[in-house]
């Protein structure tokens, strides 16, 4: 089962930064905290992901709650590729790498 | 980059036959690959861990007769749809990676069975 919980689609306007944000209660202190996106007809395209600390790269920055218990994905600058569905997945630790995806958030940008 | 190859990217096949999907890792190795299966409008659903040199794993309700999997190489995953269905069409995607850059998938093979 899924241990993330995502709101089912957020819009945004094109230019503006994209806050989406995640719920996952029931991480622990060795999960990972991992975000994906899917274009339509497309194998999922790595973000970012963190454990404890604030994360950013070229593509976006994640912020992580201080108890850990939510996260939040960080577009600074919505284009209109961005548009996709973006998967929050924790990587548990003894469970021999595998992401286990969630219904994840459709995003929608609109120019 | 880490970048995995899927081939191919689209098959129509007879309900009965069999059809092999290859998932290739170009410029690093990979002891274990991860096989999906999305449904339209639906999220990806994991199948199975394919590690080189030994069974595969599945998950529960994916059967392994069905559903081969074959990871003879370092760089090289195949999932065998046997006896395809209708319902077995459906949009298959490979994974491999993790670590620091995180897991990079495959393109995705869309498989319709008539």
């Known amino acids: 089962d899924a241990k993330t919980t995502q709101p089912n689609s957020m819009e945004s306007n094109e230019e503006e930064p994209v806050h989406l944000p995640c719920n996952h209660s029931t991480i622990s202190g060795t999960d990972y905290i991992h975000w994906y996106r899917q274009l339509p007809s497309q194998g999922p395209e790595y973000v970012i992901h963190g454990l404890t600390s604030n994360v950013n790269n070229r593509m976006a920055s994640l912020a992580i709650a201080e108890d850990r218990k939510s996260s939040t994905l960080i577009l600074h600058r919505a284009t209109l590729r961005d548009a996709a569905v973006y998967y929050c997945i924790l990587l548990i630790y003894n469970q021999g790498g595998k992401l286990i995806f969630g219904q994840g958030t459709e995003l929608s940008v609109k120019p | 980059g880490a970048v995995v190859s899927q081939h191919p990217s689209r098959v129509i096949c007879k309900s009965g036959t069999s059809v092999k999907i290859e998932c290739r890792s170009l410029?690093?190795?990979?002891?274990?690959m991860f096989w999906y299966r999305q449904f339209p409008k639906q999220s990806l659903m994991l199948m199975a861990t394919?590690?080189?040199?030994?069974?595969?794993?599945?998950e529960q309700g994916v059967e392994k007769d069905k559903f081969l999997i074959n990871h003879a190489s370092l760089t090289l995953s195949t999932l065998t749809v046997t006896s395809a269905h209708p319902e077995d069409s459906s949009f298959y995607i490979c994974?491999?990676?993790?670590?620091?850059?995180?897991?990079?998938f495959g393109s995705g093979t869309r498989l319709t069975v008539v």
């Open positions: 410029d690093f190795q990979a002891t274990t």
């Open positions: 394919s590690n080189e040199g030994s069974k595969a794993t599945y």
């Open positions: 994974s491999a990676g993790g670590g620091a850059r995180g897991y990079t």
